[in-house]
């Protein structure tokens, strides 16, 4: 018997447990005065050292002989009075079963060894309402280990239970469980459950001898950011849930609804074997998600792009299916018109390109690949050239010049599009500072994205332009285009006002093309108006010119009345010339002018000075004509 004290860390639990657990171990062990053999104070060593949350010696019939305090809360018995029971009568019913089968089987076998340790053993058993214990009534115990004491001296053999309460880990690993099952916001099933679902389906139908095909369908919504960014993520996320709801009661209950993250979703459709079915059943769903829902006093409706693809045609396992409906939806949402494509292998082709695209602008950006071409503005009164527009072009190393329909949505999509800008505004700036220094005096007119309007820190970064290129803001024109949809219209309107503070003129692009031209009149204080091309193809001959106007009457006359300079942009015909000289339009632009050149080519048409000739041609050919 060794001599050693008693170890600290047994003393470092309460006092009453250390003192009588001492007790029995020494009454065990029949030894005296107060010390432990080697074997033994191991195994305390152990079992103290794990901390459990409580602790039970139980012989190999199960009673118990030692309880630490803490027990009392957990059985809902006096330490004391625990001591004597045996610990199946604290269990219910059907546990009291598993334990003597554990008893037999697990702990008989020890019995009368020297020494012993098992475990950790994972046996969950549930408690039986204590007599002071209200609630819970029960609790899941986990026994993580049981060493036992048998030293050679002793005559029972002891075997220590540590104990630990997973009633709250239980119910926090339901609580993961269904955190990671369902999408918290719409209640719909998560991408983790629908790849477990498709994966079983998939192993279910493979094994059996007819393969039962199944349309799955990827789905994305059209222009929510825009709603997020403009009525902020709360009214975002409101809408999301009813549109959710709305589209889960229409559907039926077989068919199953994932939220795969952000605002895509996925249908997986295992009793539709037909894409012409499945494609129906999309546009139905397009149509309920287009009638508006009213969220915290909006009115919201939303389009949505949808792709599909057949199981076992397109892909045979999730991963597979995933991408090509991915695919199909990508190409559906390129074409800009919404509505659902079936996957076909040339889309995947396309999309790689678009991807590739998309790298080669970043680097094109690192690569200083962007540039501006520039064309004259043109006053219809006496043919001078009175200004420049500075029009992005991409230098490509593979694909040669590409204008801003190659790459500007694309850029936009991937936030490259104010470094763009930017990148254009600069060299323009400092190209018209040299035409500046060599006497002309005309306004540059730069594009700006809506990203760029509606940052903020967008007078800044004008202003340091403008001074390094000793640039003055005064000749200086933002073309605002309609295309790019303003979300932040009060930063934007901000910016504007801003900007005209300082002398800079603020003109609309493409008036008149797209819905919201009039809303920017009445959201965006301006002073120019662009007339869009269309207006003006409209008027491609003399015989046009009388018959069909109308439309770009009216929006003359509304720029002439609210006192805004107006520009007729895409001018290419002479008959047009004469047409917006008789409605008193103050400047043009197009090929009939110039078509968008580089600055050696700029700087020439400014040397020459006037497009004078060009007028009184265009003159005389619509007299000869009338
Ligand atoms: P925009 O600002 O309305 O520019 C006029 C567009 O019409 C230019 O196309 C120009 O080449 C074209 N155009 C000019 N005259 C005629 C004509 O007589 N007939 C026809 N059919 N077309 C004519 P481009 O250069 O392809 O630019 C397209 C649009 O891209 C621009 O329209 C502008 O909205 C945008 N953009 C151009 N440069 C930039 C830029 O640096 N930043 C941003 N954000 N957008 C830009
Ligand atoms: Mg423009
Ligand atoms: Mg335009």
């Known amino acids: 018997m060794a001599d050693r004290p008693t170890d600290p860390v047994f003393l470092n639990q309460p006092c009453t447990d250390s003192l009588r657990l001492i007790n029995l171990i020494n009454q065990a062990l029949r030894t005296d005065p107060i010390v432990l053999s080697p074997d033994a104070q191991r195994i305390c060593d152990t079992i103290m050292g794990a901390r459990p949350d409580f602790l039970l010696l139980v012989d190999v019939n199960g009673v118990i002989h030692f309880a630490t305090d803490a027990c009392e809360s957990l059985f809902g018995i006096s330490a004391l009075a625990l001591e004597g029971r045996p610990f199946a009568s ?17 702990i008989a076998p020890m019995a009368g060894q020297s020494f012993a340790q098992l475990g950790p053993i994972d046996l969950r058993i549930k408690l039986q309402g204590g007599e002071r214990r209200e609630f819970p009534s029960w609790v899941a115990l986990r026994v993580g280990s049981v060493d036992m004491l048998q030293p050679a001296s002793a005559q029972v053999s002891l075997f220590f239970f540590s104990l630990m309460d997973i009633t709250h880990r239980e119910a926090e690993e339901e609580r993961i469980l269904h955190q990671l099952n369902f999408d918290a916001l719409t209640g719909l099933p998560s991408r983790y459950n629908l790849i477990s679902s498709v994966e079983k389906h998939i192993e279910t139908i493979s094994a059996s001898a007819q393969a039962k095909p199944f349309v799955f369908v990827f789905f994305d919504l059209d222009r929510f950011k825009t709603v997020n960014d403009a009525l902020g993520h709360r009214i975002g996320d409101e809408f999301l849930a009813a549109l959710c709801q709305r589209l889960k009661a229409s559907l039926a209950p077989e068919h199953i609804f994932v939220r795969f993250g952000g605002d895509e979703f996925i249908l997986f459709l295992p009793t539709v074997d037909n894409l012409n079915e499945a494609s129906t059943l999309c546009l139905q769903a397009l149509d309920l998600m287009r009638q508006p829902i009213d969220v915290a006093g909006y009115t919201l409706s939303c389009g949505a792009s949808f792709g599909l693809a057949h199981y076992p045609d397109h892909g045979r396992t999730i ?13 559906i949402k390129s074409q800009d018109s919404g509505g659902c494509a079936v996957y076909d292998p040339a889309m995947r082709t396309e999309r790689f ?11 094109a950006l690192s690569r200083d690949e962007f540039t501006a071409y520039y064309q004259p503005m043109v006053d219809l009164a006496t043919g001078k050239v009175v200004g420049a527009e500075a029009l992005a072009r991409w230098n490509h190393q593979r694909l040669g010049l590409l204008g801003p329909k190659d790459f500007l949505a694309l850029a936009e999509q991937a936030g490259l599009v104010r470094k763009i800008d930017t990148r254009v505004q600069a060299e323009a700036l400092t190209v018209a500072a040299v035409w500046r ?3 002309h005096d005309i306004t540059l007119s730069l594009n700006s994205s809506a990203a760029q309007i509606e940052s903020r820190g967008f007078l800044r970064s004008i202003e340091a332009l403008c001074v390094a290129a000793e640039y003055p803001f005064d000749r200086l024109k933002i073309e605002l285009t309609e295309q790019a949809l303003v979300r932040q219209v009060e930063l934007a309107a901000a910016n504007i006002q801003a ?8 003109a609309i692009d493409d008036f008149g093309k797209g819905y919201s031209s009039l809303t920017y009149l009445r959201q965006f204080p301006v002073d120019v108006l662009k007339i869009d091309q269309t207006f003006i193809q409209d008027i491609q001959t003399s015989r046009d010119a009388k018959a069909g106007v109308t439309l770009a009457d009216v929006v003359i006359a509304m720029a002439k009345g609210l006192g805004l300079t107006l520009i007729a942009e895409g001018v290419e015909y002479p008959a047009q010339i004469e047409y917006l ?27 020459a000075g006037s497009f004078a000739k060009e007028l009184q041609a265009a003159a005389q050919v619509s007299k000869a004509e009338s």
């Open 499 to 506: 900007l005209r503070n300082r002398g800079v003129k603020v």
């Open 581 to 607: 000289r008789q409605q008193a339009c103050d400047q043009a632009q197009g090929f009939l002018f110039s078509e968008p050149c580089d600055a050696a080519q700029m700087t020439k048409v400014l040397a």
């Open 319 to 331: 991963d597979s299916l995933i991408e090509a409906a991915d695919t199909a939806m990508y190409h």
């Open 90 to 106: 604290l269990l219910q019913v059907t546990d009291q079963q598993n334990f003597s089968r554990f008893l037999h089987d697990r």
């Open 437 to 439: 220094q060599q006497g």
């Open 353 to 363: 390109s678009q991807l590739q695209l998309e790298q080669e602008l970043r680097e």
